[in-house]
């Protein structure tokens, strides 16, 4: 099994790197491979690459020039690839019985980074199994689906329970820019806990600091990833039963989103929510977040029995009580939870469920994102 990215480092991280390059280079049978050299024989300025290997591709010779990150984020991807190629272009022609090629390496190489080296015209390659590489007569390239090393920690660093807070902050309004100070507040969060988001945003080049302070520069793909991390995981559910419907129904929970604080410990959530932010599917059953407070509130306004006739109301108490911070008030007296945890919480609830969700994204959340907005 491979390990995680921390406990490679250093000289195993380039052993395993170099061994991967060559495992890929092998099998081509016009290419012969040839030494490698820990000291490439130029540096720019204090700079110089990690390592050259020498080989033989059909009958002209080529030096590989590689740097190896042990982070492969595009922050660090796009570092390198343009050091590598300004590196080549500068010093390699010293070498007139060679021809060069710049190659990035990594743990794991992201898509986003793989188009980073591409449009450098970098070569790249990674330890899960990804590859681009292109020069003369060779050309080979792979693609792995998953990230190895680092999926645990970027869920924990980017899309833990306290993150969340700010990333819906900082996704409601994508154009805004964020002093650190301000985040911090607004999510009820300390200065600490934004400054890790922010580095880590930063590193995935989701976001931007620009004079206002930090703001998202590609929200649907932060988003996106958001989505795939995300699972629907309440410390505690309970399914109940109402006798109310209809207008009784509304009226009851009205009064109970008002007693409850008007959504501070209780609110409308999945297709409940979805219902009054973008109507799309009408479920009958009623869902709903709640704390302690917020649930004992429900219990009596709306009149809740244990679901031995069927049940049709849905009790979360959330993780993180920050889904009561960033509520919206869809219509008078109706508290649900934000457009952005509206969007998770439909997306992975079932097939009909994620069909209401890219509704909502279509009209809730992508028209707030245009400028202007």
């Known amino acids: 099994m491979l390990k995680s990215i921390s406990n490679i480092e250093g000289s195993e991280l380039e052993t395993q790197a170099l061994a991967k390059l060559r495992a890929l280079l092998k099998p081509v049978p016009f290419v012969s491979l040839g030494s490698q050299s820990a000291e490439p024989e130029f540096a720019a300025g204090s700079w110089r690459p990690d390592i050259a290997i020498d080989l033989q591709a059909d009958g002209d010779a080529w030096t590989l020039i590689c740097e190896i990150k042990a982070d492969g984020q595009p922050r660090y991807v796009r ?47 990674d330890l899960a199994g990804n590859c681009h590489l292109a020069f003369g007569r060779v050309y080979i390239e792979k693609s792995a689906s998953e990230n190895p090393f680092r999926k645990r920690r970027l869920q924990r660093s980017i899309f833990s329970a306290k993150s969340a807070r700010l990333l819906r902050l ?13 985040l911090a507040e607004n999510a009820q969060v300390s200065l600490g806990q934004v400054s890790n988001l922010r580095q880590r945003l930063l590193a995935e080049e989701w976001a931007v600091v620009e004079k206002g302070g930090l703001r998202i520069s590609k929200p ?24 109310l419907h209809g207008q009784t129904l509304e ?123």
Request: hydrophobic letters at 45%.
């Open 251 to 373: 009226k009851a929970l009205r009064n109970a989103l008002a007693q409850a604080g008007n959504g501070e410990h209780a609110l409308l959530a999945s297709y409940s929510a979805g219902r009054w932010l973008a109507p799309f599917a009408r479920v009958a059953s009623l869902y709903l977040y709640a704390d302690a407070q917020g649930e004992a509130v429900l219990r009596e306004q709306l009149k809740l029995e244990p679901p031995g006739k069927g049940a049709n109301v849905s009790l979360m108490r959330p993780k993180d009580e920050g889904v009561f911070l960033d509520r919206v008030e869809a219509a008078e007296g109706i508290w649900c939870t934000s457009p952005i945890q509206t969007y998770l919480d439909l997306a992975v609830s079932g097939e009909r469920a994620a069909e209401a969700a890219e509704h909502l994204f279509n009209e809730r959340i992508a028209p707030g994102w245009k400028p202007g907005k």
């Open 170 to 182: 900082l996704l409601a309004e994508p154009h805004r820019p964020w002093r650190v100070a301000q």
């Open 79 to 125: 570092g390198a690839a343009l050091q590598l190629r300004d590196y080549v272009q500068r010093f390699a022609p010293a070498d007139a019985h060679a021809r060069a090629y710049p190659v990035v390496m990594a743990p794991f190489i992201s898509p986003a980074s793989a188009e980073i080296c591409k449009e450098a015209g970098v070569g790249f390659a």
């Open 220 to 243: 649907r793909e932060l988003l996106a990833a958001w989505r795939l991390a995300y699972r629907l995981e309440p410390a505690a559910s309970e399914s109940c039963y109402t006798l």
